[in-house]
């Protein structure tokens, strides 16, 4: 059974920075592409990272892009989420994901129904 376990998250004063992080259990990795979503209170969830795990490709949204940097850390099976510069609007539930199959695609890391196992969610908050 494959655990999400996300930690890392909390209140900072906007230009600052979090770190998240992901501990993934459970599973074997390599063929897995893990993603970060977003949900701020009554928007959809949103894509905001994603990592192909055995070939290290990532994909970042527009909206952070430049911001936030998704990494692998094979040998803890852990993904991380470096925020910088964070604004108001970065604020949300934050959600690591993980599935397999055919999510390689700058498309496909986008969709949020493709991905199989989720974490329980860290909540970031960015004041002003």
């Known amino acids: 059974q494959v655990q999400l376990v996300e930690s890392g998250g909390g209140l900072v004063q906007a230009g600052g920075s979090l770190r998240l992080s992901c501990a993934a259990s459970g599973g074997t990795f390599s063929s897995y592409a893990m993603g970060w979503f977003r949900q701020a209170p009554g928007k959809e969830r949103e894509f905001v990272a994603a990592?192909?795990?055995?070939?290290?490709?990532?994909y970042h949204a527009d909206s952070v892009k430049g911001r936030f940097t998704i990494s692998r850390d094979n040998a803890k099976n852990t993904v991380y989420l470096q925020m910088n510069s964070l604004k108001p609007e970065d604020t949300a539930v934050y959600y690591c994901?993980?599935?397999?199959?055919?999510?390689?695609?700058?498309?496909?890391?986008?969709?949020?129904?493709?991905?199989?196992?989720w974490g329980q969610g860290t909540q970031v908050t960015v004041s002003s």
């Open positions: 990592i192909v795990w055995n070939s290290g490709r990532t």
């Open positions: 994901a993980a599935g397999s199959g055919f999510i390689r695609t700058a498309q496909t890391v986008r969709v949020p129904a493709l991905y199989s196992f």
